[in-house]
């Protein structure tokens, strides 16, 4: 690759889910720490921006639709052609790679090991290398910064901006997020419910967070129970100050997850069919040593991932009926009392803290 001008324009391109967006944000800050001059823009799918807000190391956000039109995806090709000195693609996928070729004068990104499409990838691409998907999601990413030759900072940058006054308790609290977007990802409601009598009994109010289209879940799951209900009510910003202020947060393998362990807050997982060797929540100050396979709670930084232990786990299906609303068992058949011994180990060490 050549050297880049003095202040380079950089597109950091990342077209899948909210939590991918997220652990893009290392990347970002280490070509911002690397080349300040840079100004870094990103593109990512509409939706998924809000988790980027306030990041101070981006200039810009470009949102698309998933399924762009003729006339969108014209309107895209003149607003980026070669309007980047370097374009980066975050995945292997046909789109973000086609993206990075379009928008960079030159172009960075991982392809597949072997085939026409790596090989022609290959071609387009300033500079090309085979992923590895046996890492962590952040240190496959990071790959990225090490092939430009550039300082590699594990670093998640969590949503900032205003926060509403009065929206974070003066009282203890935990935050609480039962929501997945997949069905195969959920825990069960009666789990839930004694969760939140627990937490009573130890002196935490329990927050509920989620979208404004998981209400009709969440109402199933949480009755009558005495919870204060902030699903579909809070901006990325304000999600983020609120989990930072609270005593705990316990929730599924989701975005909102890996903000809790990026905040640095006591974050408590419960994972499933997802492989946490390459998903498992990214402590805040990095990840010591890597997520087991699987185990009953395993132990990180500020997080404590809880599992039950299967056979047959991590699977990385969806779920047992391999599809997004089936259920799994792992998840069905995990006690109220483990994740509970998960959330005194946490409480004791945020004390002794």
């Known amino acids: 690759m050549k050297a880049l001008p003095e202040r380079p324009r950089v597109l950091v391109i990342t077209l899948r889910r ?31 921006e809000g988790i980027l807000s306030g990041n101070p190391d981006l200039a810009g956000v470009i949102a698309i639709p998933q399924r762009p039109d003729a006339g969108e995806s014209f309107a895209l090709l003149r607003r980026l052609l070669r309007r980047y000195d370097l ?24 392809v597949e090991a072997d085939g026409i499409a790596a090989a022609l990838k290959r071609l387009a691409l300033s500079l090309a290398y085979p992923t590895d998907r046996r890492r962590h999601r952040v240190l496959e990413v990071l790959q990225l910064a090490e092939r430009l030759g550039i300082p590699a900072l594990p670093e998640i ?18 935050v609480v997020h039962a929501a997945p977007m997949y069905t195969y990802k959920r825990w069960t409601a009666a789990g839930w419910r004694k969760l939140a009598a627990a937490l009573r009994e130890r002196g935490l109010a329990t927050i509920v967070c989620g979208a404004e289209g998981d209400g009709g879940y969440l109402d199933e799951v949480w009755g009558e129970c005495d919870v ?52 498992g929540p990214w402590p805040a100050g990095g990840l010591d040593r890597p997520w087991a396979a699987s185990g009953t709670i395993q132990h990180r930084g500020n997080v404590w991932l809880v599992q039950n232990p299967l056979p047959c786990l991590p699977c990385q299906e969806e779920g047992c009926e391999r599809r997004l609303d089936s259920h799994s068992r792992c998840l069905d058949e995990l006690s109220a009392v483990q994740v509970l011994v998960a959330v005194d180990r946490a409480l004791a060490m945020r004390r002794a803290a």
């Open 18 to 48: 909210l939590g991918d967006v997220l652990l893009t944000t290392p990347l970002i800050r280490s070509i911002k720490r690397a080349l300040p001059a840079a100004t870094i823009e990103a593109l990512v799918f509409a939706g998924t």
């Open 87 to 110: 374009a980066l693609s975050t995945q292997t996928g046909d789109r973000p790679t086609a993206w990075a070729w379009i928008a960079g004068r030159q172009s960075a990104g991982a």
């Open 157 to 174: 940058v969590c949503p900032a901006g205003d926060v509403r006054s009065g929206l974070i308790p003066t009282h203890p609290y935990a």
């Open 228 to 279: 204060a209900r902030l699903d579909g009510k809070l901006e990325w910003p304000e999600l983020s100050a609120l989990i930072g202020a609270a005593r705990i947060y316990v929730g599924p393998d989701t975005a909102v997850t890996h903000l809790a362990a990026a905040t640095g807050t006591q974050t408590i997982a419960l994972y499933g069919p997802t492989d946490p060797r390459t998903w």
